[in-house]
């Protein structure tokens, strides 16, 4: 008689192992897709050896991006946008073409009938005074006031990382011939003005007109080489005492009152020089560390 029939073992891997695989592979195509996603977003980038690459300490990629995106908010005719690190102590950066020509102009209409004598801060009792360290004459706008000003302040947002709702409204500024405005900080040296909003820890100082001569704004206690600029020739002898930015229509220079540990930074300090010849026009962002209610 034949005996039972032996029973064949089945090949090859197993149910079990098959469905391992099987989670393995698909979540190793989710992994994928999500690197993808996170590469075309720009937050992930894939490291090169390029000696044109950005070293660690290089914002200059970061800046790039932030002006692609900032100049596109701008109708100005096709202008160049592009921003430059002038300084690391104080942080500056100047970024050129921030405003049209137009939006220039529409900020110096709106600000002209309701100028006035510009006052500074009493750091005895935090409120304004009139002083000679500042000669120049001024006006607020409200925050959002128009169209044309909130196009400005998301422009700035976008520009600076920081929230619409952290800034002051506008300040235009006008200095005729002889006018000036001393050095000083910006960040304020009494408890009653950081209430609202807490401290100043930046400002983007916009020019709304060239300037024939003189009108620099001067960084006297700035770290550097500060003839290394490409205008030095051309500033005038306060221009010449310090880290020095010659206005220019439409340029915007930021700056930061506060070191990145929230200190106040001493080599913030600033002024702008008289104007020798011809008018200045510009205007001021202040931007606090919390929510400013306007």
């Known amino acids: 008689m034949m005996g039972p029939k032996a029973r064949l073992q089945p090949r090859g891997p197993s149910r079990k192992s098959s469905s391992s695989s099987t989670l393995i592979f698909s979540m190793l195509i989710i992994s994928l897709f999500f690197i993808l996603i996170l590469l075309a977003l720009g937050i992930l980038s894939i490291p090169t050896n390029s000696i044109n690459s950005p070293t660690a300490n290089d914002l200059s990629s970061i800046i790039q991006r932030v002006t692609d995106a900032a100049g596109s908010e701008v109708s100005d005719g096709g202008a160049d946008h592009w921003a430059e690190v002038i300084s690391w102590e104080p942080r500056a950066v100047i970024y050129h073409n921030f405003l049209s020509e137009e939006e220039c102009e529409h900020l110096i209409k709106m600000a002209k009938p309701h100028m006035v004598k510009s006052t500074v801060v009493d750091s005895a009792t935090g409120k304004s005074k009139d002083s000679r360290v500042r000669t120049s004459s001024g006006t607020f706008l409200k925050r959002g006031q128009d169209e044309t000003v909130r196009a400005i302040e998301k422009r700035i947002s976008t520009f600076t990382f920081l929230s619409v709702e952290h800034g002051e409204g506008l300040q235009v500024l006008h200095y005729e011939v002889g006018q000036k405005y001393e050095p000083h900080y910006d960040y304020f040296l009494d408890d009653y003005n950081t209430k609202n909003g807490g401290q100043r820890m930046a400002t983007v100082l916009m020019y709304l007109s060239d300037v024939e001569e003189g009108g620099e704004t001067v960084f006297p206690h700035a770290k550097g080489n500060i003839s290394a600029v490409p205008w030095w020739d051309e500033l005038s002898a306060c221009g010449k ?23 106040p930074d001493p080599s913030s300090l600033h002024g702008g020089c008289a104007v020798i010849k011809g008018n200045k026009w510009s205007s001021t962002k202040w931007i606090r560390m919390n929510e400013y209610k306007a």
């Not at 005492?241 to 200190?263: I, Q, T, Y």
């Open 241 to 263: 005492e310090g880290l020095s930015v010659k206005p220019k229509m439409g340029d915007a220079l930021l700056f930061w009152s506060m070191r990145p540990d929230a200190s």
